[in-house]
Nanobody, 123 residues
């Protein structure tokens, strides 16, 4: 089973920056898409940014120009650089990954989530 662990959340003032990191671990797997989602209290979870293994990125409109997703395919890690943070960016941020893993039944597709990390933007 592939597991994701996030780190880097915290409290930051408006206009500040944070970098979130996510590392995937497990046996015999490949990752295709890695993504960051967020969920604020009372809201649905929303997609913030995605990046394919080939480097194609996609962003939520409200974070374009402020957030940057990156990944290291060799280390199975993804990061989210968040600049110009606003109070409305406050949420729990989740790392998500999809790919294929080899098991008893051969290669199987999988999707998995991290446990989430809190980001609070407040003065």
């Amino acid at each position: 089973q592939v597991q994701l662990v996030e780190s880097g959340g915290g409290l930051v003032q408006p206009g500040g920056s944070l970098t979130l990191s996510c590392i995937a671990s497990g046996t015999m797997f490949t990752l295709s898409v890695m993504a960051w989602y967020r969920q604020a209290p009372g809201n649905q979870r929303e997609l913030v940014a995605t990046m394919t293994s080939g480097g194609t990125t996609n962003y939520l409109d409200s974070v374009k120009g402020r957030f940057t997703i990156s990944r290291d395919n060799d280390k199975n890690t993804a990061s989210l650089q968040m600049d110009g943070l606003k109070p409305e960016d406050t949420a729990v941020y989740y790392c998500n990954a999809g790919g294929r893993q080899f098991g008893r039944d051969g290669w199987r597709d999988f999707g998995t989530w991290g446990q989430g990390t809190q980001v609070t933007v407040s003065s």
